[in-house]
């Protein structure tokens, strides 16, 4: 960069002054995420919830998470992935995506947006959240995040970031720290999984991923990539692995959410409670945010309730919901099936019915057993920090 001709790109700085506030913002994003003091217990930091050793979601398999000044208030929701989250479209009501779907008139519905539901569009919003959230880092406001910012070993970093030195000033710099470190490439969006090495030719299914590629791309048996789309887009981006659609799956309640424990508390994603701006509105009741499948083996819970432990059992409910509705859900004291137990009889009809879904209790499964397990094989192959076999090593010399 040195000697270029410095450009006036925003508010007054060059080009190369933008990149070196990126990444200066970038590394005082960091060393916040794993910073524990921006709590109100002063025990609980991002990476507490978010641990990179999990695709940045947790590292145990607890369904949810305590937060609070004391670390006593329950999480109603099990933590997401932080991996590639970066190109989440806002959320919008109206998607209409001519390109994949085929046909520029087709309204996909609710789509894009962070968290679950939605409900935040970027970073710098979310961040908010969990430092506010009283169940969560749970800072009685801006001003107390601010605080702590001030006694932290980077507090000259974040003034000399800020152009000023009040509360509100330090604070917005605190979330686009955090914003732009979720933006960070090498942390949160490498591309160097098994499956993009091979699509790169760098690498070669085994003969059970190839298989579970092909069935989840099958639009008769496993059709994850209708919503979980596989494809590089046209405009060269190797896929994410969502289409960032909300939909209605029918998971099974989870009894160890504490807020469950309430017969009539339901956590019904798009139209609420923890969104807002929606409630009332049937037609969204049950739907919450098809996440990236990218470094979900490395994920200890899955859905958005974490009722499922394992990968496995997490594919085996697309397969079984319809079929063998007796695997997931409770029965009642006369023996029959409450069958989506976690959405009330109203809303049912969002209920997603597409392949693998479908079929009434007895019916053929969309996938065998044998099936299941190689589309689980193909969703290893999405972990990051793929080493390719040592070329050479077998080989003589
Ligand atoms: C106590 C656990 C906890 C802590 C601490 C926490 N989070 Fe989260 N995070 C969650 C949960 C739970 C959700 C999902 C919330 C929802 O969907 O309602 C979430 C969602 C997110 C999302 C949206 C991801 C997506 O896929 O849409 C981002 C981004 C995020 N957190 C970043 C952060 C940052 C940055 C911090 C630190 C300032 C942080 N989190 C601290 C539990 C936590
Ligand atoms: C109709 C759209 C759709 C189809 C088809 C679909 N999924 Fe999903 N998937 C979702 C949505 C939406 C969620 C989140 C739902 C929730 O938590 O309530 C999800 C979540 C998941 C999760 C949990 C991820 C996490 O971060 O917790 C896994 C694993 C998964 N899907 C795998 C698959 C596989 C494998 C298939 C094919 C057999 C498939 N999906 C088909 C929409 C879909």
Request: with cysteine; charged share 25%.
């Amino acid at each position: 960069m040195a000697g270029a001709p410095a450009m006036a790109v925003s508010g007054g700085l060059s080009r190369a002054d933008a990149y070196a506030r990126a990444d200066a913002l970038t590394a005082l994003g960091r060393k916040m995420f794993f910073d524990p003091s921006l709590s109100a217990s002063h025990a609980l930091a991002c990476a507490s919830c978010h641990a990179p050793s999990a695709g940045f979601s947790p590292a145990d398999a607890a369904p949810i998470r305590f937060g609070g000044p004391h670390l006593d208030q329950p999480g109603g929701r099990a933590v997401p992935s932080l991996t590639y989250i970066e190109v989440t479209p806002a959320f919008t009501e109206h998607e209409f995506d001519g390109e994949e779907e085929g046909d520029p008139s087709v309204d996909n519905g609710p789509t894009g947006g962070l968290d679950w539901d939605g409900r935040a569009d970027r970073g710098r919003d979310q961040a908010r959240f969990p430092l506010l959230a009283p169940n969560e880092m749970a800072n009685a406001s801006p001003a107390a995040v601010v605080a702590s910012v001030r006694a932290a070993p980077y507090a000259g970093e974040v003034r000399a970031l800020s152009g000023g030195s009040d509360d509100a000033a330090l604070f917005r710099t605190v979330v686009a720290a955090l914003e732009a470190f979720e933006q960070d490439p090498a942390t949160f969006y490498p591309y160097t999984s098994k499956f993009d090495a091979y699509l790169a030719g760098k690498a070669t299914l085994s003969n059970a991923e190839a298989r579970g590629l092909k069935l989840f791309e099958d639009e008769d048996k496993g059709n994850c990539a209708s919503c979980h789309r596989s494809q590089v887009d046209a405009t060269g981006t190797p896929p994410q692995f969502t289409d960032y659609g909300m939909i209605a799956l029918g998971l099974p309640r989870n009894p160890a959410i504490p807020a469950n424990k309430d017969p009539n508390f339901y956590d019904l994603g798009l139209c609420g409670p923890y969104r807002t701006d929606f409630a009332g509105e049937a037609d969204y009741c049950g739907l919450f945010k098809t996440p990236s499948l990218r470094n979900v083996a490395r994920r200890k819970t899955f859905f958005h309730n974490g009722v499922f432990t394992s990968l496995r059992d997490a594919v085996a409910f697309y397969v079984y919901r319809d079929v063998q509705p007796e695997r997931f859900y409770p029965r009642r004291a006369d023996g029959s099936v409450a069958i989506y137990d976690d959405l009330p009889e109203r809303y049912r009809q969002n209920l997603n019915q597409d392949p693998p879904f479908g079929g009434k209790p007895g019916d053929r499964p969309a996938l065998t057993e044998a099936e299941i397990d190689d589309v689980v094989a193909f969703l290893k192959t999405l972990d990051d920090g793929y080493q390719p076999p040592h070329a050479g090593v077998s080989s003589s010399r």
